[in-house]
């Protein structure tokens, strides 16, 4: 798995385009609940599995969901588990992804 850690890119290719895709969140569990086939883990589909973690009021998953990336994009763009975990570091990296989207890309946006 390719993980982004820009300034280490712009070593290596100083002048060379980058780029990533970044996709609705949402979107991204729902492919990761298929391809993981975590219905038949759970053995609930996935309305059913986000109701009970809603009814629960926990952000905790299953033990079983460990086989799960926590945040398939943060890990992506250069964060460890440990760091996805930890509220202060998502706001910075957010912050920080903010500052290189805003100064050196290019947004499309999809449907």
């Known amino acids: 798995m390719l993980k ?4 280490d890119l712009r070593k290596l290719i100083p002048n060379g385009v980058t780029f990533t895709i970044l996709r609705d969140p949402l979107d991204v569990f ?5 391809y993981y086939n975590l219905t038949g883990l759970f053995g609930l589909d996935i309305k ?3 109701l009970r973690i809603a009814k ?3 952000n905790k ?10 945040n398939f994009m943060l ?5 460890t588990n440990a ?3 930890n509220l202060d570091s998502v706001h910075k990296k957010v912050q920080q992804l903010d ?10 946006k999809g449907s």
């Open 4 to 7: 982004i850690q820009t300034f």
């Open 61 to 70: 998953l299953p033990k079983n969901f460990e086989i799960v990336p926590r």
């Open 56 to 58: 629960e009021k926990t």
């Open 75 to 79: 890990r992506d763009l250069g964060m």
């Open 30 to 34: 729902e492919s990761a609940y298929m």
């Open 48 to 50: 059913e599995f986000a």
């Open 83 to 85: 760091g996805i975990e």
């Open 99 to 108: 500052k290189v989207m805003n100064n050196d890309c290019h947004l499309i």
